[in-house]
């Protein structure tokens, strides 16, 4: 399977990091050995003092597609989660500060949190609000209305570049409101009003 990931997909979040809009969806990738184990907790790798939490709306692809048109998409999916790209963000701005690929601070062991799907029936794919608690604080509220481009425009997307195949996990973008984690914090992840997962940070 392959974890493609979404930068960039919400205004507010581009305005918090003081990036720049993209023209296009930024993609990225994960590999599976980014998944976090279910009920493993999310140990602070020893490379970075700046680990930070994502949540994002998820998309699990159920089977092959290739160059698939936006008004065609709505058959490769019909499962939506919720997870967290971890970012070593420290380690993120050293790379691009030097025009270097991100993959070390995106991409390493643990990095991608993938919680419960739910089928897509369940939802207005329109608008889907789901949110991240920190210690039963909340501390990301986001809408799907609110992506720069929208579920269907991201598979269509992504099929031109990759074939999409049955199992294939798309992180879709954060809305504004990431933050760094510290030992001992627990991650609630809240999708219309279900709980996709909980993660302790060790």
């Given at each position: 399977?392959?974890?493609?990931?979404?930068?960039?997909?919400?205004?507010?979040?581009?305005?918090?990091?003081?990036?720049?809009?993209?023209?296009?969806?930024?993609?990225?990738?994960?590999?599976?050995?980014?998944?976090?184990?279910k009920k493993m907790p999310f140990f602070?790798?020893?490379f970075s003092d700046d680990i930070q939490?994502?949540?994002?709306?998820?998309?699990?692809?159920?089977?092959?597609?290739?160059?698939?048109?936006?008004?065609?998409?709505?058959?490769?999916?019909?499962?939506?989660?919720?997870?967290?790209?971890?970012?070593?963000?420290?380690?993120?701005?050293?790379?691009?500060?030097?025009?270097?690929?991100?993959?070390?601070?995106?991409?390493?062991?643990?990095?991608?949190?993938?919680?419960?799907?739910?089928?897509?029936?369940?939802?207005?794919?329109?608008?889907?609000?789901?949110?991240?608690?920190?210690?039963?604080?909340?501390?990301?509220?986001?809408?799907?209305?609110?992506?720069?481009?929208?579920?269907?425009?991201?598979?269509?997307?992504?099929?031109?570049?990759?074939?999409?195949?049955?199992?294939?996990?798309?992180?879709?973008?954060?809305?504004?409101?990431?933050?760094?984690?510290?030992?001992?914090?627990?991650?609630?992840?809240?999708?219309?009003?279900?709980?996709?997962?909980?993660?302790?940070?060790?």
């Amino acid at each position: 399977m392959k974890i493609i990931c979404i930068g960039r997909n919400y205004a507010k979040h581009i305005e918090e990091l003081a990036n720049e809009k993209p023209a296009s969806p930024v993609v990225f990738l994960k590999p599976d050995s980014a998944i976090l184990p279910k009920k493993m907790p999310f140990f602070i790798p020893p490379f970075s003092d700046d680990i930070q939490y994502e949540v994002e709306v998820l998309v699990k692809i159920n089977k092959v597609g290739k160059h698939i048109s936006s008004k065609f998409a709505h058959k490769y999916y019909d499962e939506i989660g919720l997870g967290i790209d971890f970012t070593a963000r420290d380690v993120q701005a050293t790379c691009k500060a030097k025009g270097l690929p991100w993959e070390k601070a995106k991409a390493f062991d643990g990095s991608a949190v993938i919680g419960n799907f739910y089928p897509k029936e369940e939802f207005n794919l329109e608008s889907i609000s789901f949110q991240l608690h920190k210690n039963n604080q909340v501390v990301q509220d986001g809408n799907s209305e609110t992506m720069l481009w929208k579920i269907d425009e991201l598979i269509s997307y992504v099929s031109q570049y990759f074939t999409l195949k049955k199992g294939d996990v798309i992180f879709t973008g954060t809305p504004a409101g990431v933050g760094k984690v510290e030992e001992n914090d627990v991650l609630t992840g809240i999708i219309n009003s279900k709980q996709a997962f909980e993660i302790k940070i060790k």
